[in-house]
């Protein structure tokens, strides 16, 4: 389980999170939706430990992630399969080399790499792939292979970080179908940080909403479509009402 | 104006702080021997190869002007054979380190700080941090290590270029023998006078190592970041190897 407990996360004047708290149970995946920078990537790179918060914590799996050592920090980050929203291949390696330099880490043996080099392209329909460079490759299927590299290391959580941003609606329904199918098959944990309503809908069992550094409603997807709440309700349905919320979710502003 | 003092201070402090937690970083990365040892003989390759064709250039045509210009400055003055014993001097103790080094932190700095900057914003160096690597011991070790092993050898390789051009140009040009041009480059020759030119290349590779990799690694922005941090990294790294050089000079001579 992941859990934030009264988070603040400021970067100079921007305060980002205040307060932020939410939880995400094992087995579910939860949608994070929320105007863009408002602070989505910034709770999931919490859970890795890239940030640290300024205030409250965040827990993974009972272990509160800023108090571990460096040691205990790579192995909780061992777990975690973090997608990220341009990919972030390695440039100079190929799809196959980007896909085990993270199994390398955890010490696996070359046949078993290679073996879980090809499951995980497989399941991403990019079987053939792997000696090609990310440079040769479209912006959809270096998401796969983002995807690949983070369904490799078998981990109990996956992290996406925007994954249909940028995509055509084709591609897109193909990485919200992949979603789904790793969760189905893998049964991993998964947050997934979005503004793109159709894929929360299609992938999430939960979606929760931030808003000015907080949750502002955390609920089912049947709930949240049938909210009441101006604020969720005005994101979701995409409308560009007048007023400072709005302008706010528009441009991400600091208060 | 107070106010301003005490901003300026408190920027320099975290300027220094942020300095000395980057060198903790690198020597924490330092222990982990397996992740940085098989890339250093990678990048060694690559800053070698990188290096000497520019390496060698500037070494030949200061090689070919040390000698003339020699032979023009002692003419009539010192026996000719001078010429050889001042291009020795100058070569070995300052030419070949600082113009081998000044030029190679233009090639190499810039290119470990745009490296490590465009990584650094496409997010692969978050990436490799997620995937449990050290970014300190993969990425900057084995590059801060690798300059500080091949800044040596390709100076000693512009030593011998330079003194090798210096040599033809005064057979060729000054009539000065070859016997007359050994002789001078001997006469007050001291081991100290290697060994001083290749302790201050491995102490600019250090710097420009280091340099790229900071600035590299704390790249923000985007496009116009990496620009900025490469033309800092450059700047810097001049900058710091004229400052190790008068160092050297003053602790070493």
């Known amino acids: ?59 993974v799996d009972g272990e509160i992630v800023h108090a571990l050592d460096r040691k205990a920090l790579m192995a909780l980050r061992s777990k975690i399969g973090f997608v990220f929203q341009f990919a972030a291949l390695f440039d100079s390696m190929t799809v196959r080399e980007n896909i085990a330099l993270g199994l390398k880490r955890q010490g696996l043996p070359r046949r078993e790499i290679d073996m879980r080099v090809e499951e995980s392209l497989a399941l991403v329909d990019l079987d053939g792939t792997e000696e090609r460079y990310p440079a040769e490759l479209s912006g959809g299927m270096r998401k796969r292979v983002g995807i690949a590299r983070a369904i490799a290391l078998k981990p109990s959580y996956i992290l996406y970080d925007e994954p249909t941003t940028g995509l055509d609606p084709v591609t897109s329904a193909v990485i919200n179908d992949l979603m789904v199918r790793t969760r189905e098959k893998l049964g991993v944990t998964g947050l997934v940080v979005t503004h793109d309503m159709k894929s929360a809908y299609t992938v999430g069992d939960r979606i929760a909403m931030l808003h000015r550094g907080a949750i502002r409603q955390v609920a089912t997807v049947e ?18 009402d007048s007023g400072l919320d709005a302008q706010q979710m528009a441009s991400g502003a600091p208060r | 104006m107070y106010e301003n003092v005490s901003v300026r201070v408190a920027s320099a402090l975290a300027t220094v702080g942020r300095i000395g937690q980057f060198l903790a970083d690198v020597g924490r990365g330092l222990r982990e021997v397996g992740s940085w040892a098989g890339l250093a003989a990678v990048q060694m390759r690559r800053i070698g190869v990188q290096s000497l064709p520019l390496a060698l250039i500037i070494a030949a045509f200061t090689g070919i002007v040390l000698s003339m210009q020699a032979a023009y400055s002692l003419a009539g003055a010192t026996p000719v054979y001078f010429v050889g014993t001042l291009v020795e001097k100058t070569v070995l103790m300052e030419l070949a380190p600082v113009l081998t080094g000044l030029a190679l932190a233009g090639r190499v700095g810039a290119n470990i700080a745009a490296e490590l900057g465009t990584m650094r914003v496409t997010e692969q160096v978050d990436a490799l941090e997620t995937l449990a690597y050290n970014p300190y011991s993969y990425l900057v070790v084995p590059r801060v290590l690798a300059a500080s092993i091949m800044f040596p050898v390709v100076v000693a390789i512009a030593m011998g270029m330079a003194i090798f051009a210096a040599w033809v140009t005064a057979v060729t040009q000054i009539d000065l023998s070859t016997n007359d041009f050994v002789k001078g480059l001997r006469i007050f020759y001291k081991f100290k006078d290697l060994w001083y030119g290749l302790v201050k290349a491995l102490s600019f590779g250090m710097a420009v190592g280091l340099i790229g990799c900071a600035k590299g690694l704390a790249t923000k922005g985007g496009a116009e970041g990496v620009g900025r941090n490469t033309t800092d990294a450059v700047v810097i790294g001049a900058a710091m190897i004229l400052v190790l050089d008068a160092f050297w000079a003053v602790v070493l001579l």
Request: charged residues 25%.
């Open chain 1, 1 to 59: 389980m992941i859990s934030f407990r009264d988070v603040y996360k400021s970067f100079g004047p921007k305060r980002v999170l205040e307060g932020f708290s939410l939880e995400i149970r094992e087995g579910e995946t939860m949608v994070l939706i929320g105007g863009s920078g408002t602070g989505k990537s910034v709770v999931l790179k919490h859970i890795v430990g890239l940030l640290e918060p300024d205030q409250g914590q965040v827990e």
């Open chain 1, 223 to 240: 709930q949240i479509r049938r909210t009441h709440d101006p604020i969720v309700r005005q994101f979701i349905e995409g409308r560009p």
